[in-house]
C-alpha cells in the first residue's frame, strides 16, 4: 500500500515579493510533488486565515510559523495516510486545526499540503493532475476572463474599480481564444502608449493608467477590441471586478476618480447603465460583501443579462453560498482555493454551486507563483470560466500555458464561448 511518507515545507516568494508556503508531500513509492499558496490583496473577512508571523521581518509578512505548523503537527498527522482519499487527508488537517477558518494552522499551510497531496497521488498513479481530480468527465476547457487594466487595489492609479477584463466568447477553441486576447492586449497598449498614458503593469498583469473616470477604462476598451479586428460582444466581451467592498465609505460607497459617494440603488442603476452602452457579461463583487439589500437589487435587475460574480460575498465558503442560494443573491461565484483552506471543501463548494445553476469561474490571486495548479483544477470541475490575468507576466502565463497543454490532451474537450451567457 502507498502511503504519505514525508510533509515538509518551506518559505518561498509570490509574485508581489511576499513570503509565500511551499509544500512538499514524499510517498512511499519515491513520488515527490509540491505547491505553492497563492495570496490575495483585496480579500473578504470571511476568509480563511492566511497565517502570517507579525513583527519586523519581511514587514511582518513572513510565515515560518506556518510553515512550522506543516513541519511539525500537519506531518505527523498525515504520514502513514493513504494519499488518494483527499477527503480524508483534508478532513484530518481540519480536525487537527479545530476552528472554522483554520486559525490554528493556517490555511496557508493547510493549503498548500492539500494541494502537494493531490499532485503527488496524480503523480503517482501517472496521471494527469485534471484527470485525477475530474475523472473522465473533465473535459470543458474554461473561457478566459483576462484583465487588461487594473485599478483599486491592484493598482496605484485614479481608477476605482478594481479590474477591466475582456472575455472572448466568440471562438471555438482555447487556443483560438488565447490568441484573440493577446491580439487585444497589445493593441491596448498601442493605444494608451500613443495617447502618453502610463503602460506600466498592475499586480495582475494589466495596465494601470490614470484615466477620468470609471467607464473610460470600458471605452479604451472596446477600442483595443476593435482595432485588433474582433467584434465587441460577438466575438470579445468585457467584464468587471468592481470589488465594491473596498469602496464602502460614509454609509455608501466612494467613488474617488468621479468625485463622488452613491448609494446602492445608485450604484446598481450605474451598472444597469453600463450594461445598457456596452457588452458586459459579467459583474463581479458588485456590492460589498455586507450589502445583502443591494445584492438582491443587483440580482434582481441585471441577473436575466449577465453574471453576477460573487467573490468577497462568498468567498468559496459552502455554508455563505448556501445562504445566498436560498435568499436568491448573485448567480454565479469566484472559486479560490485559499479562500476557503483545501481541495475537498472547494469542490464542496463546485459541486454546490453547479448544482444550483450557478456559474463557477477558478480563480488566481494578485500575490502568485509559477504554480499552475488552478489550471487543472478548472478543468477538472468543469467550471467553464477561469480568471488568471492578462497575458503578461510568467506567473499568469503559467496557468494559460497549462492550459494549452491540457487542450491538447483533451480530445473530447469543449469550449463553451457564448453559450455561458
Not at 63 to 73: I, S, Y
Request: overall charge negative; aromatic content about 6%.
Amino acid at each position: 500500500m502507498i502511503f504519505i511518507d514525508n510533509v515538509v515545507a518551506m518559505e518561498v516568494m509570490d509574485s508581489r515579493g511576499n513570503p509565500t508556503v511551499k509544500a512538499t508531500v514524499t510517498l512511499s513509492d519515491g513520488t515527490t510533488e509540491s505547491a505553492v499558496v497563492p495570496s490575495g490583496a483585496s480579500t473578504g473577512k470571511r476568509e480563511a486565515l492566511e497565517l502570517r508571523d507579525g513583527g519586523t521581518r519581511y514587514m511582518g509578512k513572513g510565515v515560518l510559523t506556518a510553515v512550522e505548523n506543516v513541519n511539525t503537527q500537519i506531518a505527523d498527522v498525515l504520514m502513514g495516510m493513504s494519499p488518494f482519499n483527499q477527503a480524508a487527508v483534508d478532513a484530518e488537517m481540519k480536525r487537527l486545526d479545530g476552528t472554522e477558518n483554520y486559525g490554528t494552522l493556517g490555511a496557508n499551510a493547510v493549503l498548500g499540503v492539500s494541494m502537494a497531496v493531490a499532485r503527488a497521488a496524480a503523480a503517482s498513479l501517472e496521471m494527469p493532475l485534471y484527470r485525477y481530480l475530474g475523472g473522465a468527465n473533465a473535459m470543458v476547457m474554461p473561457v478566459p476572463m483576462l484583465n487588461i487594466i487594473n485599478g483599486g487595489s491592484h493598482a496605484d492609479n485614479s481608477v476605482d474599480f478594481q479590474e477591466y477584463m475582456i472575455m472572448p466568447i466568440g471562438f471555438d477553441d482555447f487556443s483560438e481564444s488565447l490568441r484573440a486576447s493577446a491580439e487585444v492586449y497589445h493593441n491596448l497598449k498601442k493605444i494608451l502608449k500613443d495617447a502618453d498614458h502610463n503602460t506600466a503593469l498592475g499586480d495582475e498583469g494589466g495596465f494601470a493608467p490614470d484615466l477620468s473616470s470609471n467607464e473610460e477604462p470600458i471605452q479604451v476598451v472596446m477600442q483595443a477590441i476593435e482595432k485588433a479586428g474582433y467584434v465587441p460582444g460577438k466575438e470579445i466581451a468585457i467584464a468587471l471586478d468592481v470589488a465594491a467592498s473596498e469602496l464602502v465609505a460614509d454609509g455608501g460607497y466612494r467613488l474617488d476618480s468621479e468625485d463622488r459617494t452613491v448609494t446602492s440603488a445608485e450604484l446598481v442603476d450605474y451598472y444597469v447603465d453600463l450594461c445598457e452602452k456596452y457588452p458586459i457579461v459579467s459583474i463581479e463583487d458588485g456590492l460589498s460583501e455586507d450589502d445583502w439589500d443591494g445584492w438582491k437589487l443587483l440580482t434582481e435587475k441585471l441577473a436575466d443579462k449577465v453574471h453576477l460574480v460573487g467573490d468577497d460575498l462568498f468567498v468559496t465558503n459552502v455554508n455563505i453560498l448556501n445562504e445566498g442560494i436560498q435568499k436568491d443573491i448573485a448567480n454565479a461565484i469566484l472559486i479560490k482555493p485559499n479562500q476557503i483552506g483545501s481541495v475537498s471543501e472547494t469542490m464542496q463548494t463546485v459541486r454546490l454551486a453547479q448544482r444550483n445553476g450557478y456559474q463557477c469561474v477558478m480563480s488566481h490571486r494578485s500575490g502568485e507563483s509559477e504554480d499552475a495548479f488552478i489550471a487543472d483544477f478548472a478543468v477538472a470541475l468543469n467550471c467553464g470560466e477561469i480568471k488568471t490575468g492578462s497575458t503578461a507576466r510568467g506567473e499568469r502565463t503559467a496557468k494559460y500555458n497549462r492550459l494549452l497543454e491540457i487542450e491538447n490532451e483533451v480530445i473530447y474537450g469543449e469550449y463553451l464561448g457564448a453559450e455561458l451567457f
